[in-house]
Every structure is written in structure tokens, then in C-alpha cells.
């Protein structure tokens, strides 16, 4: 398999801290007293949604098409959509794209 060369955010104009306002107009509506340039730990997605389901279990995580679905319940269709991939022979460091 071929390892792509990965570029990081900080070195895109659009994308790094560096980058001015006009390029990102949406920078206006932040709040004033936030660093959005800050450097944050690495960790992996699935931590996040482990961590949001037991601090937040039972409480509205989206709302969509008139649905709503709770933090578990997300984490629920998580763990399941991982079972059928893993069924399916996707394996640890397979990248799978989901949209």
C-alpha cells in the first residue's frame, strides 16, 4: 500500500492560524475570547464519541429529518455500523470513507 504525504492544516493558507480574515470570513461570527488557532491533543474519533456517550448518554445529540437520536443511540449505530464493516472484512488500518 502507498502512504500518502500528508500536509499539515497549519501549513494551509485557508486552513492555519496564519491564514487572515478575509480569507476566512466566517471568523467574524466566533466568539472574540476563543483561540481557534490553539493547538490541540491528537485522539481518536472514537474516544470522542465514547467519551460524549457516557458523559451525555441519554441527551439530544441531533436532530434530523423531524428525528431526534440521543448521544447512546449514536454511539449505538456507531458500534453497529463498525460490526457490519468488520463482518464485511475491514480490518484494522483499512481507511473506509463514509458519507
Not at 485557508?14 to 483561540?35: I, M, N, T
Amino acid at each position: 500500500m502507498v502512504q500518502a504525504e500528508l500536509t499539515p492544516a497549519s501549513a494551509v493558507p485557508a486552513v492555519g492560524r496564519k491564514a487572515s480574515a478575509p480569507e476566512r470570513p466566517w471568523l467574524k461570527s466566533y466568539p472574540k475570547d476563543v483561540d481557534w488557532g490553539m493547538d490541540l491533543e491528537p485522539i481518536l474519533l472514537t474516544s470522542l464519541l465514547d467519551e460524549a456517550v457516557a458523559a451525555y448518554g441519554p441527551r439530544a445529540c441531533t436532530y434530523f429529518m423531524g428525528k431526534r437520536l440521543s448521544f447512546a443511540e449514536i454511539g449505538s449505530l456507531s458500534d453497529r455500523a463498525a460490526k457490519g464493516l468488520q463482518e464485511l472484512g475491514v480490518g484494522e488500518g483499512v481507511k473506509v470513507g463514509l458519507l
